[in-house]
């Protein structure tokens, strides 16, 4: 390493982004401080003088550059204009700046904008947004998308928002991505012609490599069967974003899901194309063609980290050799890093970005060491060794990577040693076959076809073995919360371990076993505990607009309170209750509580119950003339859930009393309606009171006050029908007098609840409003005594 | 000390000498000067000795010229080595150009019309990815201006590496191993014939017989490194032995 001097460059830049990102260090005193270093350090190069002073000095001098380069470009665009969180009836004007590969319902794309109007009014505004545009009539949005050319400019009518947020504790924000990436919000239009273009100029580079992709995309749909057409959208043009969460998930779970991103193996495989098709020419044109190839395939997918690195490893290994100079990995791999980093300060923090470097210096660090054993074992048989070697160059990269994988995919996969033995191989022959299918389209279809079968083959094989090794049960161990500090550790471990050359195993293996010890237990030390035990606690979740309530009570049960909605795009269940119960260290829920049966109460419970993750069902008594109610029950008793309906009776859950207040056998209760017979809860706990309410409405208050009366009254109340004006009556409120009020409501959502007099209501009582469309989840713990708000952000 | 590109190039990706391995010097080349002084230059009697053993009774080649002496532990091994397996194929240029320069001064009355490479067999200059006396060929050329020739030479048989052979052996090893190209005329005229190293001779000379056959009056035969046979063969002998 001490002849590379721009890898010591490199670590020293990366880490001023570092220092810029974690240390709060004003930006201008830094570039005060740069100014005289930069004189001092141009002296020191001119004097020649290489003392420890110098050095320093060139040190410092590296790092402020990192520093201020990270701060400078860091925050200057991506951030969201607007004060409201969602802008419906809005019309935005820009250029397209990218458009994604046809999505099933809806076309993706940037915008440059220029302007919006809202309300008669325009406004100048720049950013970029990422527009989506749905449309029930699929032809009509296919024909929009085949007319789209990048440079054109357009009209778009819609709802423009911020990109969520971290609404939930441990859940992606989404809006930080957007920012990471220099998107300012989104816009979304649900009808075709709410999309209009207004000038068809084109920017002819840019739309040359989207008509490709585009054709090369559709030729896939053509020879491939949906998911083998998908598999390799991803593989070859770099967009797997239509890839269901499932699937994903699955291979997650295998440890495999490297493959599906396009990484550095991938650039690996079209360099080994390249050499054997152009293996007889003239050295020089091979280089250039080779070079030009792999800038083609750069700008074919869009550039994602790994494959620049990858192609940008490769040229300069050409580049050495031609110009005789020394190609060493780790510097190549420094110089890819270096330009990444050059052009975008961010980088260091994109998860492509980091699993891709961090996987190859762990091959080039560790695979050595596992050659070197496997090479002086007492094997003989030489299959066994390339397979080992193999198996330990895919171990390699996964120790180097772990923290990350642990850190964005909370999963540590047990099985992914011998799936990637398979996978590999196999998603080789899946690029090398894509690639020459794709190429002989343009010559002969039949032979494209003949060749896209048999890799629809291999592409079956791999879904067929992520299936089955993703599915297992003990294919993976759960790691909630891996931090930062888990991540140093790892890695000191990790480096003492390879650092260190001892011929002792004793060490070595205690060494081993401390860096487990630390992903499983040590990880977990440091995590934060939301839920405490012997108290309870109530977990309101965003679940945009719908409920979404869960409990703990003080002997550890765990209850739910409704699991919002779920539809095709997006499940609650899946996607929000689920994720929240891993970062929470829940593993089942003991009691489901369906409030009713509209979908923004109960349709999130059905992924939950297909997953076995509810014990127990309560819910309203069947309504057999809504065929969504029949539906559910079959679903409930089809996974042998038992179940039972609310009725006025109650029960004990450790120092807590639970109430359910429907009097099914009140005439009056039969007359009501679905919203009416929402399940009423109340929890008794010392001396503190929760009311559950659902979507209770005057009726259902109106008969509540009647029959409880004082008993009605509450710490708590779970605002009825989210704060409607349909519920929340004067009399009502009167004899609950909360001091909280909680409503879960979507932001700025149709319906506009909640209803700002009832909002009113609940202030004139001195209540204190607790909004998710505002604060996101909500966390209030009682002891019994006294009712706390836990502010979950910062813990 | 003047500005050199190099110093911003060496900064991304460094140069080192191919012998000694230390950083080379902005305006420095190839090989650092130290190491480049320590090669020897083939003394003129040596040269005269060596034509005289290996190619004087054959009369196909009427002179030899070579540069440096292959020595074990000269510098110019590694140069040939990173050349021929490490794929820095401009090292071959490099050789070419300080032939060129030796050439005009120590045989000012050679006379040549064209320049030949004694060629690889396409196999082996697929898995090669190159063949490195191409690029030798090509540096001469340039500082000569000789046309280049090397396509019309072929070598249609694959032989076996000449390494562990005897005398005989070789010669029999790359009997019939060349062809040249039937639509050229070569009569009455002169040709350099180059290769990186002459031991035998042998496998230049069986390239340059075919010229003859085909008309070439004068072949002289060019290489970078003379290495003498005996030492090595008298090595591998007592190897076996």
Not at chain 1, 231 to 260: C, M, P, Q, W
Not at chain 2, 112 to 125: C, M, Q, R, T, W
Not at chain 2, 183 to 202: C, P, R
Request: with cysteine; charged share 20%; hydrophobic share 45%.
């Amino acid at each position: 390493m001490r002849d590379y001097p721009l890898i010591k460059f490199t670590i020293l830049f990366a880490l001023g982004i570092l220092i810029s990102r974690f240390i709060e260090i004003e930006e201008t005193a830094i570039l005060y401080i740069t100014a005289p270093i930069l004189v001092l350090s141009s002296i020191v190069f001119f004097k020649k003088n290489h003392g420890i002073i110098s050095n320093s000095i060139m040190i410092l001098l590296i790092i402020c550059l990192g520093f201020l380069s990270s701060r400078y470009t860091d925050y200057s665009d991506g951030n969201y204009p607007f004060k409201k969180l969602k802008i419906t009836k809005s019309t935005m004007w820009g250029k397209l700046r990218s458009v994604e590969l046809a999505r099933e319902n809806h076309i993706a794309f940037l915008i440059e904008c220029d302007s919006v109007r809202n309300n008669s009014i325009t406004y100048a505004t720049n950013g970029i947004y990422l527009a989506k545009l749905y449309d029930k009539n699929f032809s009509r949005l296919k024909n929009k998308y085949e007319y789209l050319a990048i440079g054109n400019t357009v009209e778009i009518k819609g709802t423009i928002s911020k990109g969520r947020e971290e609404r939930n504790p441990g859940e992606f924000d989404y809006n930080k991505y957007l920012k990471s990436i220099g998107v300012s919000g989104l816009i979304n239009a649900y009808k075709s012609s709410d999309l209009k273009i207004l000038d068809d100029d084109q920017e002819n580079f840019p739309n040359i490599i989207f008509s490709l992709r585009k054709s090369i995309d559709s030729k896939f749909k053509e020879l491939y069967s949906n998911e083998g057409a998908l598999l390799l959208r991803g593989l070859i043009l770099a967009d797997r974003s239509e890839i269901d969460y499932e699937t994903r998930e699955k291979f997650v779970n295998s440890g495999v899901i490297h493959v599906l991103a396009v990484s550095g193996l991938h650039v690996g495989y079209i360099i080994l194309i390249f050499l054997f098709v152009f293996g007889r020419m003239n050295i020089y044109l091979k280089y250039i063609l080779t070079i030009t190839g792999l800038l083609f395939f750069v700008i074919l997918t869009g550039s994602p980290p790994s494959v620049f690195r990858a192609s940008v490893m490769a040229i300069i290994l050409i580049i050495s050799e031609w110009s005789n100079r020394n190609y060493n990995v780790f510097n190549s791999l420094a110089i890819a890093a270096l330009i990444l980093l050059m052009l975008n300060p961010n980088e260091l923090f994109n998860p492509g970005f980091q699993l891709s470097f961090s996987a190859v210096l762990s091959i080039l660090i560790i695979y050595p060491r596992f050659k070197t054993f496997i090479d002086n074992s007492i094997l003989k048989n030489k299959l066994i060794k390339n397979v080992l070697l193999f198996a330990s160059v895919s171990l390699a990269a996964q120790i180097g990577t772990l923290p990350f994988t642990l850190m964005y995919f909370h999963k540590l996969s047990i099985i992914s040693l011998f799936a990637n033995l398979i996978v590999i191989p196999l998603i080789g022959f899946i690029v090398g076959l894509g690639i020459v299918t794709i190429i002989l389209t343009y010559l002969s279809f039949w032979l494209a076809s003949v060749f896209a079968a048999s890799n629809q083959l291999f592409i079956d094989i791999l879904y067929t073995i992520v299936n089955f090794s993703g599915g297992l049960s003990f294919s993976y161990l759960y790691i909630p919360q891996f931090s930062y500090l888990d991540m140093i550790i790892f890695y000191v471990f990790i480096s003492i371990l390879f650092l260190v050359k001892t011929q002792n195993l004793v060490p070595k293996s205690l060494i081993i076993i401390f860096a487990v010890f630390n992903i499983i237990i040590f990880a977990s030390l440091d995590d934060v505990k939301l839920l405490k035990d012997n108290e309870l606690t109530v977990f309101m979740i965003d679940v945009g607009q719908g409920d979404g309530i869960l409990i703990q009570f003080p002997d550890g049960t765990i209850g739910l309170i409704d699991a919002g909605d779920a539809s095709q795009n997006f499940d609650n269940g899946m996607r929000t209750i689920y994720p929240l119960m891993r970062t929470l260290s829940i593993k089942k829920i003991d009691i489901g509580f369906v409030s009713h049966l509209d979908s923004d109460h109960y349709k999130g419970f059905e992924s939950l119950i297909r997953n076995n993750l509810v014990d127990k069902i309560i819910k309203p008594e069947v309504d057999s003339t809504l065929k969504k109610d029949i539906e559910f029950e079959n679903l409930i008793k089809e996974h042998n859930v038992p179940f039972k309906y609310y009725s006025h009776s109650s029960f004990v859950l450790g120092n807590a009393k639970i109430y359910f207040l429907n009097d099914t056998s009140d005439a009056e209760y039969d007359l009501l309606d679905s919203n009416d017979k929402s399940g009423i809860i109340k929890i008794v706990h010392g001396d503190n009171t929760f009311l559950f309410v659902g979507d209770a409405e005057k009726k259902a208050e109106k008969l509540l006050v009647r029959n409880y009366s004082g008993f009605l009254h509450s710490d708590v109340l779970k605002v009825g029908h989210h704060g409607s004006r349909t519920s929340s009556t004067v009399e009502f409120l009167e004899k609950v007098s909360p001091k909280f009020a909680l409503i879960s409501a979507g932001i700025e959502n149709k319906f506009n609840h909640p209803a700002p007099d009832v909002v009113d209501r609940y202030e004139g009582i001195g209540a204190s409003m607790l909004r998710t469309d505002i604060s996101g989840a909500i966390v209030l713990q009682s002891d019994g005594k006294e009712i706390k708000m836990i502010d979950w952000r910062n813990l | 000390m003047r500005f050199h590109p190099n110093i911003i190039f060496d900064f991304f990706i460094p140069r080192s000498c191919p012998s000694c391995k230390t950083r080379l010097a902005p305006n420095e080349n190839y090989i650092c000067k130290l190491c480049l002084n320590e090669i020897n230059n083939v003394p003129k009697n040596l040269l005269d000795e060596e034509y005289n053993k290996s190619f004087k009774s054959e009369k196909i080649i009427d002179d030899i010229f070579s540069l440096f002496l292959f020595d074990e532990d000269s510098p110019i091994r590694n140069l040939i080595h990173e050349l021929k397996y490490n794929r820095k194929f401009m090292y071959g240029k490099f050789l070419g150009k300080l032939i060129a320069k030796e050439i005009t001064k120590t045989k000012p009355n050679w006379k040549f019309d064209g320049i030949f490479a004694v060629p690889l067999h396409p196999s082996k200059k697929v898995t090669r990815g190159y063949n490195q006396s191409d690029f030798i060929v090509k540096g001469i050329s340039s500082v000569l201006n000789i046309p280049i020739y090397s396509k019309y030479l072929k070598r249609k048989r694959a032989t076996p590496s000449q390494t562990n052979l005897n005398v005989m052996e070789r010669k029999r090893n790359v009997a019939n191993a060349f062809s040249v190209k039937k639509n050229i005329k070569l009569n009455e005229k002169s040709f350099i014939i180059v290769d990186d190293i002459i031991t035998t001779g042998a496998t230049i000379s069986e390239a340059a017989s075919k010229l003859k056959e085909m008309g070439a009056q004068t072949i002289y035969a060019v290489s970078a490194a003379l290495t003498s046979f005996d030492t090595t063969f008298s090595r591998e002998h007592l190897n076996q032995e």
